[in-house]
Each structure stands twice: as structure tokens, then as C-alpha cells.
């Protein structure tokens, strides 16, 4: 018997409903970078963590915003009208899902960044610090070592 399909797939429209509200919730950090890359308008990305963690490395362009202080800061920072992308330390950290939850009862549009900062790092985005912007070499595992884009 077959474990894939010991539990049936979904019919093709609960699968496409399913995957749809998947995107409409996330977006990866290749995205994130060609929006921050074109400037696009109307999309806002917000790191969730701490002091130290932003003072290490963060995405150029984001807006620091612990998740801690949305409640009382958003308002005033970030325009009611755009979609915020938040994000934190990576897969194993929960903080932009806690970031995204703070924006979303606030009544914002909101997408979680999936990866987090580690996966943006790992694909050699460049990250900004006190001492400039730099990038780390790609990490074959997670992205085309070359830094093309594998148009997935």
C-alpha cells in the first residue's frame, strides 16, 4: 500500500481552494527581494525582532518593528492602505506568524514571509548592518548556486 496515498488527495478544486489561501497568506523571500529590488508600491516589510537581532542583519528597505510594540506603533508607521510583509528569524521561529497575527488584528492586510531572515541570507540576498550591505555566498541547498532566480 501506498503511504503517499494512504490519506486520498483532495478533489482539484478543495486543492486549488487550499493552495490559494496558502499564498494569499505567505510569500517567499525571492519575492520579497524583486518587490523591495523594483520598489514596489503599497508593500511595507516589517522585522519582527529584537534590537540585536535587526543590529546584526536585516533586509534593506524593511522597517524595524518588534513584535512587542505593534500594537502601539503601527498605527502611527505604517500607512492602513499597504500590505505588510512581516518576518523573523526562520523556519524554526514563529515570530513573524505572531507579527502577522498583531498587524492582521489591526485590521491590516498582512503576508507572512516564509524562510524568514535565514532563508534570505541563505539565498545571498544582501543584508544590511551598521558597517554597510553585504551578502554571504548562496547556499546551494536553498537556492541555484549561479543567484539566478529558478522561476519557481
Excluded at 5 to 28: C, G, M, N, W
Excluded at 69 to 82: F, G, H, K, N, T
Excluded at 103 to 121: C, D, H, P, Q, S
Excluded at 127 to 140: F, K, L, P, Q, S
Amino acid at each position: 500500500m501506498s503511504s503517499v496515498l494512504s490519506i486520498p488527495p483532495a478533489a482539484p478544486a478543495q486543492a486549488a481552494a487550499h493552495f490559494a489561501a496558502r499564498l494569499s497568506f505567505e510569500t517567499d523571500v525571492s519575492d520579497v527581494h524583486a518587490d523591495l529590488e523594483a520598489r514596489a508600491p503599497g508593500v511595507v516589510v516589517i522585522d519582527s525582532r529584537n534590537t540585536q537581532a535587526w543590529e546584526q542583519g536585516h533586509l534593506p528597505g524593511a522597517v524595524h518593528l518588534p513584535t512587542a510594540e505593534i500594537a502601539a506603533r503601527a498605527p502611527s508607521l505604517i500607512d492602513p492602505a499597504a500590505v505588510v510583509v512581516t518576518y523573523c528569524w526562520g523556519p524554526g521561529c514563529n515570530g513573524a506568524t505572531r507579527a502577522a497575527l498583531a498587524f492582521a488584528t489591526l485590521g491590516y492586510r498582512v503576508k507572512e514571509m516564509i524562510g524568514g531572515y535565514e532563508y534570505w541570507v541563505r539565498e545571498g540576498f544582501p543584508v544590511e548592518t551598521a558597517e554597510g550591505r553585504h551578502a554571504r555566498r548562496v547556499d546551494d541547498l536553498t537556492a541555484l548556486s549561479s543567484g539566478i532566480a529558478c522561476d519557481c
